[in-house]
Nanobody, 116 residues
Framework: QVTVMESGGGLVQAGGTLRLSCAAS????????AGWYRQAPGKQRELVAI???????VYGRSVKGRFTIATDNAKNTAYVEITNLEPEDTAVYYC??????????WGQGTQVTVSS
């Protein structure tokens, strides 16, 4: 059983910076790749960023330039830093992690609310 827990969300003012964390734990689990998605009210879930096992990063079209994904494989933890937050960034942010086996696990999400 693998547990994925996001943290770091909350209410922030526009223009601020936020770093979300995602910790994966479970017997024998080793982080291979990770990604972040977000879902705003009334909208579909969209890609924020993915970091592959070879270090390659892919960012969603709507988030380029202000989002940075990082991983600490030794800690089975992924991060995404968001700078210059905008009200349009308000959403539930979900973390997904992939083990070497290919199995993918999702977290429950963390709410980010940006006030103007």
């Amino acid at each position: 059983q693998v547990t994925v827990m996001e943290s770091g969300g909350g209410l922030v003012q526009a223009g601020g910076t936020l770093r979300l964390s995602c910790a994966a734990s479970g017997s024998g689990f080793s982080l291979f790749a990770a990604g972040w998605y977000r879902q705003a009210p009334g909208k579909q879930r969209e890609l924020v960023a993915i970091k592959q096992d070879d270090g390659e990063t892919v960012y969603g079209r709507s988030v380029k330039g202000r989002f940075t994904i990082a991983t600490d494989n030794a800690k089975n933890t992924a991060y995404v830093e968001i700078t210059n937050l905008e009200p349009e960034d308000t959403a539930v942010y979900y973390c997904t992690v992939r083990a070497k086996s290919g199995l993918v696990y999702w977290g429950q999400g963390t709410q980010v609310t940006v006030s103007s």
